[in-house]
């Protein structure tokens, strides 16, 4: 069974930095991602990450900012958020991949990021 467990959300304050994690278990994968979803919101893309080689790719409103990375010994998936803005504020989500690079069919329950100003 598969399970994306996420943690390390919580409130910041503008400016300082935040780190979520995600351990996944009951199989690999070939990528993760973080996404995002504001209220009132769709779903975001943030970052996605190649779990063989370590390709990174972010979307524009996170580039710079925040940082992809994972740890395969741990099957941990991390996002190094930092300069964090008000407009971060939203419900931070792990997936990975069901064999299929990009199709994301695993998603974790999320976790709360607050940016105040």
């Known amino acids: 069974q598969v399970q994306l467990v996420e943690s390390g959300g919580g409130l910041a304050q503008a400016g300082n930095s935040l780190t979520l994690s995600c351990a996944a278990s009951?199989?690999?994968?070939?990528?993760m991602a973080w996404f995002r979803q504001a209220p009132g919101k769709g779903r975001e893309f943030v970052a996605t990450?190649?779990?063989?080689?370590?390709?990174?790719y972010y979307g524009s409103s996170v580039k710079g900012r925040f940082f992809i990375s994972r740890d395969s010994a741990k099957n941990t998936l991390y996002l190094q958020m930092n300069s964090l803005k008000p407009g971060d504020t939203a419900v931070y989500y792990c997936?990975?991949?069901?064999?299929?690079?990009?199709?994301?069919?695993?998603w974790g329950q999320g976790t709360q990021v607050t940016v105040s100003s």
């Open positions: 997936a990975a991949d069901g064999g299929v690079a990009g199709s994301y069919v695993y």
């Open positions: 009951g199989r690999t994968f070939n990528t």
């Open positions: 990450i190649n779990w063989i080689d370590g390709t990174t």
